[in-house]
């Protein structure tokens, strides 16, 4: 991810989002109105209302960064979850509102002039769209920031509003029916709500303490089995605070190891798995075998080798 400070890549990102959404939201408000679409007025509202929420995602990444103290021991992690969960509900009334002025429409008729200018502006829009939520989705997955991957599926919903209306301005020029606007919007709005609905999952997921992915779990075991004096380990939890993941378990090790070795062995599979589960916080807790232990491949006291090297491994299992 290179040398620059990860909290710095997402800011940037948030702020590449505001002002893009800002410009095209009031681009296509403008020719919504002169035309009377409601698909170009609805793709407005929600480029400006991405505005306000990519605002207040910029403000929540720089709580979420900020380093763990006395009152918050794990962290801020959790506001970009919160945050999320706030995106989620804006974007589901969203699309409720655009489903619901289709529909009005759809019943009452409007007309809609100079189609060719829409389309035009549509254009613009869908490309800016498509560059916003790149840039979200890309630092989102550098950095496994949740509150960046939201707003990224949000700026993608900006790309099928997009294309819906485009699609319906297209028809309305070739055959001259002003219908195909709401009906197109309508489906636009059920796409929008299907993305909220994704995004308030992921969210309350993380806020309930939800264990992480099973192969991010296989990851662990597969790092902790390959040490030579490890028995075995118990009570594994896991669980995300915004971009960090935080792991705790215990292992059973050798009773016959220093203390200097075991915190040193200890010490080594905690940075092992920091470097396997990315942006990771891990906690072990040694604990010795019991007397009369049978495992003799475990055992030091029956080691190959005098000089026992803490870090020593066994081939994977």
């Not at 709401?182 to 999952?201: D, Q, Y």
């Not at 009773?255 to 990771?280: Q, Y």
Request: net charge neutral; with cysteine.
């Amino acid at each position: 991810m290179g040398a620059e400070p990860m909290a710095i890549r997402k800011e940037r990102a948030a702020r590449f989002a505001i002002a893009g959404a800002a410009v095209l939201g009031l681009l296509k408000l403008v020719t919504g109105l002169l035309i009377g679409s409601i698909g170009l007025i609805s793709a407005a509202i929600d480029s400006l209302v991405d505005v306000l929420i990519s605002t207040v995602n910029l403000f929540s990444i720089r709580l979420a960064e900020s380093p763990a103290d006395a009152g918050h021991p794990y962290g801020h992690g959790k506001v970009e979850n919160l945050a999320g969960l706030l995106q989620a509900g804006v974007i589901g009334v969203m699309g409720g509102w655009v489903i619901a002025e289709a529909i009005r429409r759809l019943l009452r008729g409007v007309p809609i002039q100079h189609v060719d200018w829409g389309i035009a502006v549509i254009l613009v829009s869908i490309g800016g769209s498509w560059l916003i939520a790149w840039r979200l989705r890309r630092t989102a997955r550098e950095t496994d920031s949740v509150i960046l991957l939201a707003d990224s599926y949000h700026y993608a919903t900006d790309i099928w509003t997009g294309l819906g209306v485009l699609a319906a301005l297209v028809l309305i020029r070739l055959t001259g029916i002003p219908l195909f606007d709401p009906l197109i919007a309508i489906g636009v709005g059920g796409l929008i709500l299907g993305a909220a609905g994704k995004i308030a999952r992921r969210s309350i997921w993380d806020l309930m303490d939800s264990a992480l992915p099973a192969h991010e779990q296989g990851e662990i075991d597969r790092i902790i089995r390959r040490h030579a004096f490890v028995l075995s380990y118990h009570d594994l939890r896991t669980r995300r605070s915004g971009s960090r993941r935080l792991i705790d378990f215990s292992v059973v090790l050798c009773r016959h190891l220093p203390l200097g070795e075991t915190h040193d062995l200890v010490d080594h599979i905690e940075k092992e798995i920091e470097a396997g589960v990315s942006h990771s916080d891990v906690v072990i807790h040694p604990e010795p075998c019991p007397e009369g232990c049978p495992a003799t491949e475990h055992c030091v006291l029956t080691a190959d080798r005098p000089d026992l090297f803490a870090h020593q491994r066994v081939p994977d299992r």
